[in-house]
């Protein structure tokens, strides 16, 4: 398998390929919703995976 620089991204930042997937989608999101999502991060109302979550809706939401 040829490694990408994803691959060598997560390697140097030590998480899977699939979490640093998940958090370029979840930096993609409009301004807006992206500082509200990191400040329920921050304050530990949501999880990472809720985060995650909230960004495939809005995706989803988009494009259907």
Do not use: C, G, H
């Amino acid at each position: 398998k040829q490694v990408t620089t994803r691959d060598k991204m997560a390697r140097s930042l030590e998480i899977s390929t699939a979490t640093l997937s998940k958090y370029r989608r979840i930096i993609k999101l409009p301004d807006e919703l992206l500082d509200s999502l990191v400040r329920l991060l921050d304050e530990k109302r949501i999880t990472f995976e809720a985060a995650y979550a909230i960004s495939n809706m809005r995706a989803s939401i988009l494009w259907s």
